[in-house]
Structures are given as structure tokens and as C-alpha cells.
């Protein structure tokens, strides 16, 4: 029984969300094989080489690559699946997109989200917005997983040493075309990987206030900038600061929720993070019931007065 690991990458470096995967990879049984499919991602291949548990990293170097256009990408999967038991993804916007086309190109079931593995064959995930857990069993002679990195700790990125093999790499697909990109540029950590997370909410009132009193805290603190679903439809944030089951899943050291009640869609995307303190001045907020620490007062009170403390 032999895993796969598909890599996300940037063709020079991997991304941390693999090794996530890499460690329930491990948990499945058997060796460990990761994919690196670029273009002049020689670097990256190396870099995955490194990391620890891993037996053999395969890696395809072709134009169509560059931009991880899901149609190539999961044409090289579907290549050489035959040898694989497991087919695992990051549960990121890259690995949804690209799993499902192996799936069905494999015509197996997809399990998704995956926070547990229990057996070669059996897995945990959660459902109803993280409320309750499945137990799925699969009988597909190849399972096609992707995992929810908060459910994993993240695999050594250094003490490894695979082998690199340079596959024959497929066409690339007539049917779609990378046009371009419009990257956002930020300074502060990214979402998925910080360490430190400082969430707004709709009781923010305003794009401006968001920013005068969410800022501050975050820069003293290193920390990215999140916010609650509500806080996002509003305008008070751009979309990609959602934190929650429709935007991003964290799991940070530090978890700050100001002004935010604690809807069952904002939980499920946070309450993995190992400290969570909540600043609220309704003392029923649901938050609360998954804080370590909760301050029941007025945010635009206690926020400025903790970065004046720190």
C-alpha cells in the first residue's frame, strides 16, 4: 500500500498546508509519495524531498503547470493513480478544485474534509457546520481524501531525504487557458498559516471603525486580520478574511473574536485554535462557549485599551 501526496507549491517552495497532509498520509499506512507538478519547480521538488516521512517524491516539470490549472494538474494524478491506494489533497481552494476531477476520472467517491484517520479504510469528518462527526468506511479500491490541515499537525520540513523521479508529464489540456491573475498583496501573515488571528465582527459598524480598531491590535500583536461572515456581507472586510465553514478554516495559537456573537458557521471555522479569547458585551454570545477567555465588555472600549496595555 503506497500513499500520494499531492504538493501545493509555488514552484520554488512548498506550502505549509502540505505538510498537514503529509501527516495524514502517514496515519494511512504504507509509504509516502508526493507529486510536485510545476513548471521549473526543480526547487520545490527538492524542498519536498526534505521533508520527513516522505519515500519518493515524483515530480512532472511542464509549461502547463505553471499556474496549477486543476484540468492538468489532475490529468497527471490521473496518470499514475494506478499505483496509489490513497490520493490525498489540502482541503484548501486548490485541493477542491483539483480532487473532485481525479474522483471522477477514477469514478470513486470523494471524502472530503477528513479530521481523523482511523483505519486505511475509515475516516473522520465533520458534518452539520463541525456539530457532529461522520465515521465514512470506503470499499473504492483508491480512496480520493482531501484534509482539513487544522486536524493535523504539520509533518518535520527538513530531516527527509527521498529520492526525486522525473515522470514523462501529460499535455496539457486544449479546453482551458490560464488569462491571468489579480494576486492581493498584504503584509500581515496569511490567513490559513498565522499564528496569531485578531477577528472582527458586524458590531464594528463600519468599514473605517473595522480598521481603526481592528489595525492596531493586529499590529502590535504580528497577527492577520479576520472577520466574521457578517462582518464581510456588511463591506466592513474583503472577502478574503472570512473565517467560517464558507470562508476560511483556522486553527492559530491565538485566536482574538471581537464583536463577534459566534454563529455556528463562524465556529466551525475557528474552535480548533488552541487559545481563543472573545470580547463581547452580550454575556449570552454563543462565543463564549468556546472561549478560553472571555472579557464581557464594549470592544470599542477594551480593544484600544489592550493595545495600550500591550
Request: charged share 15%; net charge negative; aromatic share 4%.
Amino acid at each position: 500500500m503506497t500513499v500520494l501526496v499531492i504538493a501545493e507549491h509555488d514552484n520554488a517552495s512548498i506550502k505549509g498546508a502540505t505538510l498537514n497532509t503529509i501527516t495524514a498520509a502517514l496515519k494511512c499506512g504504507g509509504d509516502v509519495h508526493v507529486l510536485v507538478a510545476g513548471s521549473n519547480a526543480g526547487a520545490a521538488a527538492a524542498a519536498a524531498a526534505q521533508i520527513a516521512g516522505v519515500a519518493k517524491v515524483l515530480h512532472a516539470d511542464a509549461d502547463g503547470f505553471a499556474h496549477g490549472l486543476a484540468e492538468n494538474v489532475a490529468a497527471q494524478v490521473v496518470a499514475v493513480a494506478a499505483s496509489y491506494s490513497h490520493i490525498l489533497f489540502a482541503a484548501t481552494a486548490s485541493g477542491k478544485n483539483v480532487a473532485p476531477r481525479v474522483a471522477a476520472k477514477l469514478d470513486v467517491g470523494q471524502i472530503s474534509d477528513i479530521t481523523k484517520v482511523d483505519s486505511a479504510d475509515t475516516f473522520e469528518r465533520p458534518i452539520y457546520a463541525g456539530n457532529a462527526i461522520a465515521t465514512v468506511q470506503s470499499q473504492d479500491a483508491t480512496k480520493v481524501l482531501t484534509v482539513r490541515t487544522t486536524g493535523f499537525d504539520p509533518a518535520a520540513a527538513t530531516g527527509g531525504s527521498a529520492a526525486v523521479e522525473v515522470l514523462t508529464s501529460v499535455g496539457a489540456s486544449a479546453q482551458a487557458t490560464f488569462v491571468g491573475s489579480e494576486i492581493a498583496k498584504n503584509d500581515r501573515p496569511e490567513l490559513t498559516a498565522a499564528k496569531i488571528i485578531v477577528s472582527g465582527g458586524r458590531a464594528l459598524g463600519s468599514s473605517e471603525k473595522f480598521m481603526d480598531v481592528m489595525t492596531p491590535l493586529a499590529d502590535k500583536l504580528g497577527a492577520a486580520l479576520g472577520a466574521s461572515r457578517a462582518a464581510v456581507d456588511a463591506g466592513y472586510a474583503p472577502n478574503d478574511w472570512q473565517v467560517g465553514q464558507t470562508g476560511k478554516i483556522v486553527a492559530p495559537q491565538l485566536y482574538i473574536a471581537a464583536g463577534i456573537s459566534g454563529a455556528i458557521q463562524h465556529l466551525a471555522g475557528m474552535k480548533d485554535s488552541k487559545v481563543i479569547v472573545a470580547i463581547n458585551k452580550d454575556p449570552e454570545a454563543p462565543i463564549f462557549s468556546v472561549a478560553d477567555y472571555g472579557l464581557e465588555a464594549d470592544l470599542f472600549v477594551a480593544v484600544p485599551e489592550l493595545v495600550a496595555a500591550l
